[in-house]
């Protein structure tokens, strides 16, 4: 099946890539170790939250009915009888034209059920025996009430939630200390050619140093996985396939660069062929990266992207990543399109979707992309600088500046 292809859609490539995807099992990591890992069940409040009426603001503790009619023409006076501070607990109760002093995120005393901010009395902040309030209250006003924002048993974190510092505190509110999270994959890398050398190494003529490698390995952290390395296998076909048979054990994902096209030796490409493979597909329906490679080998995936660096980064960003996500039990794990205001034009035609690299900019709250202007150079150069994928549509129109086009966001915005 090397000559002959049929292109498939990212979509439909995509679909054929989850459907043999499962999410792998949970395990259990210290509080501090979570950071950015998915958790893999939902947790439950251990307790209310808050624990007990507590006030929102500093001011005094009163009952609402003591301050019925009082304004700042026409204020009541009433009689201080203690004060409570945060991490007080009131031993007295409130009566009838009393007040206390209170600290925000203190306890309620018992009778209170209003909390009047020290600006809305006479004596602002002084500590007196008597207080003149200038408000009328309601009751509950400047009270957090028992359990107002979560419920015992209640769930406050849904397996598939990113543990973000937002979580951590959550987290910690109600004493975790333990987290229950996906297992991080294990995603094997494996380069294909002969033409290659390590970083390390002198240049000879013909050869060039092997940098899909390292770039893979930093994009499978970004993504939550573990990368394992594997050595180059050479342009011999039953190297390579004794390599990925052993190495594909030892991982949840295999992803090859380089072999998946039609030379003579592209060892992936031959691989695929076997009877004991199944192939998913071995063409999509885009630019740059449209010989991306995908099949089974047993229960395990094996993902062939392009040798081109620039090729190899989209098919990650639009193929490996997904896979990854899915993996740890992300609720979203696709690629998520958006849209922004092209900047210049995109002439060039192709029967492909073209997925440019480029970079989001946000403009009076409007996004605008850049394409990247060397991209038939496939320039390394501009990598580091990329941030969305743009997508110029299939034919010999491409597309003009101020058009809205479609955008695959594949880092944070700048600052």
Known sequence: ????????????????????????????VELDQADGRVLAADLEASGSLPPFDRSAMDGYAVRAEDTLGASPQKPLGLRVVGAVMAGDVPSFRLLKGEAARIMTGAMIPEGADAVILFEQTGSPGADTEAVAVKKQLAAGENI?????????????????????????????????TR????????????????????????????????CNTAMLAQLVRESGGIPVVFPPVSDDDHN?????????????????????????LDVIATFVDRADVALLFNRVAMRPGSPTTAARITDKLLCALSGNPGACFTGFQLFVKPLIRRMLGDLNPEVQELEGVLVGDVTKPCPYPRY???????????????????????????????????????????ASEGELVKVVQIAPLPL
């Open 1 to 28: 099946m090397r000559f002959g292809r049929q292109a498939v859609a990212i979509e439909e490539a995509t679909r054929r890539l989850m459907q043999h995807v499962r999410v792998l099992p949970p395990e259990t």
């Open 356 to 398: 440019l690299r480029g970079k989001m900019v946000l403009k009076q709250a409007v996004l605008h992309v850049i394409p990247d202007r060397l991209e038939k150079l496939a320039p390394l150069r501009s990598l580091k600088e990329s941030n969305c994928l743009i997508v110029i549509p299939p034919g010999g129109a491409g």
């Open 179 to 210: 987290i229950p999270v996906t297992r991080q994959p294990r995603i094997g890398i494996m380069p294909t050619g002969d033409e290659l050398v390590a970083p390390q190494q002198e240049l000879t003529p013909g050869k060039i140093r092997d």
């Open 240 to 264: 390579a396939a004794a390599s990925i048979e052993e190495r594909i054990r030892q991982v949840d994902l295999l992803v090859t660069t380089g072999g998946v096209s039609v030379g003579d």
């Open 144 to 176: 957090i009430r028992q359990g107002e924002e979560a419920a015992a048993h209640e769930i406050v974190l849904k397996a598939g939630e990113i543990v973000n510092a937002g979580a951590k505190a959550v987290l910690s509110t109600f004493g975790y």
